[in-house]
């Protein structure tokens, strides 16, 4: 049996169960399911657990969203709220809306 090919890497950059944090998670699983329908996996790093991998990816405030695959990398800060901000950021071009 064939899995479907993760055509999107995401890493979700947080510190803690806050409810900006929550919020950015609960936002970026929705947007994933509605545009990306399973070929995507989201990585979530809390940085208040492993604060050593902040340095990587560069992160200076949280939460932040960082597009691994595929490249460029792109980076999203904030709740994720935005919905055409964080389409446009992912570069997602979604074929059931204009």
Do not use: W
């Amino acid at each position: 049996m064939k899995t479907k090919e993760c055509k999107y890497e995401l890493r979700l950059y947080i510190a803690g169960k806050t409810a900006k944090s929550q919020t950015a998670l609960a936002n970026l699983h929705k947007y994933c399911e509605e545009y990306l329908e399973g070929e995507y996996k989201i990585e979530v790093i809390d940085l208040l657990v492993k604060p050593q991998l902040a340095e990587g990816d560069q992160i200076f405030a949280v939460p932040t969203l960082v597009r691994k695959v595929p490249e460029p990398i792109r980076k999203i800060i904030g709740d994720l709220s935005n919905e055409e901000k964080v389409l446009v950021g992912l570069n997602i071009r979604p074929a059931n809306k204009k």
